[in-house]
């Protein structure tokens, strides 16, 4: 089973993912309250959020439909029954002293994705509310709670130990992203919580026939921290048995300051979260019908959208892959395209564009860049307006400001220069100032032919068509 | 005075709202040593009574129009503190009501008051409620039963005619058979469960207390609803139970245990079980003996899974939202304290009971066991409803008890719902109703049927009541 391209000093790492996802539903998974983040504390709260007692839970089928979604688009088993179960603890942001969750008969298992051509296998996908929120910094000597986020519906995708290396656990992160967000099921915001990742890693030598004691560390919330946080478990763990201890099996923290993961809690600590089905829920049949009907209207799936655009736009297959990675730079891809030509969009989002996003870290959602602006720059690149050097001008332009291509253009005479007779002119010019390059230049020295280029764009600002400049250069030097 | 007669007077104009209102706080005041209410609402009763007067009209062809009602203070009621007879929830103010009490408003009863009740319905003697015991109005040292004992009291002692109560494992049933009225737990999911406070999820259900069928009947008409906040609330066809009581069911087949005299039962019960069967027999009916040698077994199942759902719903009692507070140096010590110094010793010691047998190493051995008895109970039911079509028992194995008896031999408590729990476990519908009297206290047996059969056995009731007296008497 072990790839050794993955082995660390003869071990082999083994790593498994729980992913929490916030699922988009317009109300909680049991109440009637809002499901929406960054509103006033304690403004999304009904009488079951608080836990009152008497009052009952009843299932959001909005959620229900959802996790049917994640189970097709990763080719798993739907549930013909499901089951919710209680799982027990004390916390002060958990109100009514259990979560409701599923644990024996969840609403999805037995799925995969790929990533890369390897199969990581997806245990189950289960239904469950969120806790609220403890927050301990807001008073001196106080911690409060805000229940907002309590009852909010999670679905929570716990992998097979498939994962080898924090690299491979970053992709199918990235994969688990990538469907979610296609399916417009979460936003699959890492840094608001709407995405939240537990790893489970633990080592062994690449012929043990079992796996070695695993540690949890709990809520990583982004991807470099998720390659991070365990990279630095392996090492850690690496160390352990090499100097003759054991690995405790344990719950960890992962300190993204220090760079560093701590032990919470081991295992004669944990929690015992007596689980038993929830009496408030019966079980709950899931209905052929019901899977069909959100078959039937389930979003365009990531490796599709690769096809059509492939088909549609004679990408290749590394372009659009790229352009699918996520769904917002794939909606972006199409927007621009309905009048620009594909290659040269799909050149400039992978290049330029991209390098931005990278250098300022923000996502294209995020960004003042707009599809139809981009667009348009496009087609003037096409048209020869404005010539690639100038283009990345614009693109710095619009990046900051946001403002209309068409005007940053007019406004600082950005036109390129594609008048023959006024090119030829400065070419003239050029030619009789600088007589021993020309000469150089026809005694054989070839290279020279950049030098006279690069004297017309600097007289130009850069605007000069350099097709035209070429041409009329080889006409004069000949 | 029957629900029947109060409503009549109400409608001729006999005696008015008011009237009436005024009458049950007279009786509340002479019955002040039963302990029967943790909260009274005399002004707001009042004032609805005459509200309800001088709109006649709108309330005389409402089913409880006029009617005086007591209500067990397991329902929240808004606005009114709500206790569950317990120190956690002693100032608890819900800011919403119970589906039963907001259906019982609308049919326009007079809400008089909360009923005192064992904490959190554990019990089976109304002696754990913290507000004091709830004296039997047949003796002064008797308990009424629990856990509803203070709505049975209620209208035992002529109070009101009609009272609501719960029955996680006979806490209507044997109430009403130590108090001499009439009391029915519905089949499971016929009365929703909102904004009644939680002991056993999959057993407890609301239920009617009145002197008579009658009076269930129609309580029973305005108590049951399908609600869209209960997840476990039936959907079905509404019948009318008042009017099914001059329905005729024909001659039916009615099951008995074999072996029903070595149960424990006292002889007096026994005697006016017999009785009972001879004049179901005078009626026309007849008996089958059916093997139930797994009754017993139902109580150890019970005492598994009620305190093991309860150990999880009282887990929300923790001193952070609501109810009693302890003052407290850490989180840790906040949820030790609140909830010794909230709970008392009966509900302590079920959580404790329902964490262990859900605990790790012992879900096995206990829940799940105790879940196969339970499926079993219910299949052995379907079984006999093969062949009969209700089921006939006392009610309790004997007849009402001094108080006290709890901490000589807490066992002997708990065996005091052999006869109720069954019914609990499977779901089904069950009605005990008075069935005579020895020792000048009243015995009481009762009807359990088929799934959502609760208009053959209020009508079966009904017609030994038409022919016998026994709840028409009174202490």
Request: proline residues 4%.
């Amino acid at each position: 089973m072990a790839q050794n391209d993955t082995l660390i000093n003869g071990w082999q790492p083994v790593i498994g993912l729980e992913v929490h996802v916030q699922l988009l539903t317009n109300t909680k998974l049991f109440s009637p309250s809002k499901n929406k983040f960054g509103e006033e504390a304690n403004t999304l709260v009904d009488l079951i959020d608080m836990g009152l007692p008497g009052v009952l839970p009843v299932l959001n089928d909005g959620a229900v439909k959802q996790g049917i979604a994640f189970g097709l688009a990763t080719n798993a088993e739907i549930a013909k029954t499901m089951v919710f179960d209680r799982k027990n603890y004390f916390y002060p942001d958990l109100p009514k002293g259990y979560q409701i969750t599923q644990l024996h008969y969840p609403i999805v298992k037995n799925g995969s994705v790929d990533i890369d051509g390897k199969n990581i296998r997806i245990h189950q996908a289960h239904l469950e509310e969120d806790a609220g929120k403890s927050m301990h910094d807001v008073y001196d000597h106080e911690s409060v709670v805000d229940l907002n986020r309590s009852g909010v519906p999670l679905l929570e995708i716990v992998s097979e130990p498939d994962i080898r290396s924090a690299e491979e656990a970053v992709k199918y992160l990235k994969k688990i992203h990538q469907i979610i967000t296609y399916l417009d099921i979460s936003d699959g915001n890492m840094s608001q919580g709407s995405m939240r990742c537990d790893a489970n890693v633990s080592i062994m030598k690449p012929d043990d026939k079992e796996y070695g004691i695993r540690a949890e560390i709990k809520n990583i919330n982004s991807f470099k921290f998720v390659e991070k946080a365990i990279n630095f478990e392996i090492k850690r763990q690496i160390k352990v048995l090499e100097s003759g201890e054991k690995i405790e099996q344990e719950t960890r923290l992962y300190d993204s300051v220090k760079d560093e993961t701590r032990s919470m809690r081991t295992k004669e600590f944990a929690n015992d979260y007596r689980y038993f089905p929830c009496p408030d829920l019966v079980p709950h049949n899931i209905p052929i019908e019901l899977i069909d009907e959100v078959k039937n209207n389930l979003s365009e799936l990531p490796e599709e959208k690769q096809q059509r655009l492939m088909e549609a736009h004679g990408l290749n297959e590394y372009d659009a892959s790229v352009i699918c990675a996520d769904k917002t730079t794939a909606k972006f891809f199409e927007e621009v395209v309905k009048s620009a030509d594909a290659g040269l969009a799909a050149k400039w989002i992978m290049g330029d564009l991209n390098a931005l996003l990278n250098k300022h870290d923000v996502t294209l959602s995020e960004c003042k860049v707009e599809a139809a602006n981009f667009s348009t720059m496009i087609e003037k690149i096409s048209d020869g307006t404005i010539s690639g050097k100038i283009a990345k001008e614009v693109l710095e332009t619009i990046w900051e400001t946001g403002e209309d291509v068409l005007k940053i253009i007019d406004g600082k005479g950005m036109q390129q220069i594609s008048d023959e007779g006024e090119l030829e002119k400065i070419v003239d010019k050029i030619l009789a100032d600088n007589k021993s390059q020309v000469d150089a230049y026809k005694s054989g020295k070839d290279k020279l032919f950049g030098f006279f280029v690069g004297q017309v764009m600097k007289i130009t600002q850069g605007k000069a068509n350099p097709g035209l400049v070429n041409e009329i250069l080889k006409k004069k030097l000949s | 005075m029957s629900l029947k007669n109060i409503r009549e007077q109400f409608r001729s104009k006999e005696i008015s709202a008011e009237e009436q209102v005024k009458e049950c706080f007279k009786k509340i005041n002479e019955n002040k040593d039963l302990n029967i209410f943790i909260n009274e609402f005399q002004e707001d009763a009042l004032k609805k009574a005459q509200h309800i007067d001088n709109n006649f009209d709108d309330f005389k062809a409402l089913p409880l129009g006029g009617v005086p009602i007591a209500h067990k203070d397991i329902f929240c009621t808004e606005g009114r503190v709500t206790t569950c007879g317990s120190k956690m929830l002693e100032k608890f103010v819900p800011p919403y009501e119970s589906t039963v009490t907001e259906n019982c408003n609308k049919a326009g009863s007079i809400m008089i008051g909360k009923t005192n009740m064992d904490e959190f319905a554990m019990g089976s003697s109304n002696e754990t409620s913290f507000f004091g015991p709830v004296v039997n109005p047949w003796g002064e040292s008797l308990v009424p039963g629990g856990s509803s004992g203070g709505s049975a009291a209620c209208v035992a002692a002529g109070i009101t005619s009609i009272s609501t109560g719960t029955d996680t494992g006979g806490s209507i049933r044997q109430p009403a058979a130590l108090c001499g009225i009439t009391g029915l737990k519905p089949t499971y999911g016929l009365v929703s469960r909102w904004g009644m406070i939680a002991f056993c999820s999959s057993m407890d259900q609301a239920g009617p207390f009145a002197r008579d069928a009658f009076g269930c009947a129609t309580l029973l008409d305005v108590m049951a609803s399908y609600d869209m906040k209960d997840s476990t609330c039936a959907k079905r066809k509404e019948v009318s139970y008042e009017k099914c009581l001059e329905q005729d069911f024909g001659k039916l087949k009615i099951g008995v245990l074999k072996g029903i005299e070595n149960l424990g039962i006292s002889d007096d019960v026994l005697k006016a079980y017999e009785n009972s069967k001879d004049m179901l027999i005078e009626l026309g009916h007849s008996f089958v003996e059916l093997d139930f040698s797994e009754l017993s077994s139902g109580i150890c199942s019970y005492y598994v899974i009620a305190p093991a759902e309860c150990s999880s719903n009282l887990s929300r009692f923790d001193g952070v939202k609501f109810g009693h507070r302890a003052e407290a140096e850490n989180i840790n010590d906040l949820y030790l304290k609140t909830r010794s110094e909230g709970f008392g010793d009966e509900v302590q010691k079920r959580i404790m009971i329902g964490a262990y047998v859900l605990s790790a190493g012992f879900y096995d051995a206990y829940y799940r066991k105790a879940q196969r008895v339970r499926r079993m109970i219910k299949s052995k039911f379907d079984s006999f409803f093969n062949s009969v079509d209700l089921v006939f028992l006392p009610t309790t194995l004997d007849q009402a008890f001094e108080m006290n008896r709890e901490s000589s031999d807490p066992n002997r408590m708990y065996k005091e719902d052999l006869l109720t729990i069954p019914a609990n476990l499977a779901g089904l519908p069950a009605i005990s109703f008075p069935n005579g009297f020895a020792n000048e206290l009243p015995t009481g047996a009762q009807f359990v049927g088929n799934y959502f059969s609760e208009d053959l056995i209020l009508n079966l009731t009904n017609k030994l009541q038409e022919v016998t007296d026994w709840h028409k008497m009174t202490p």
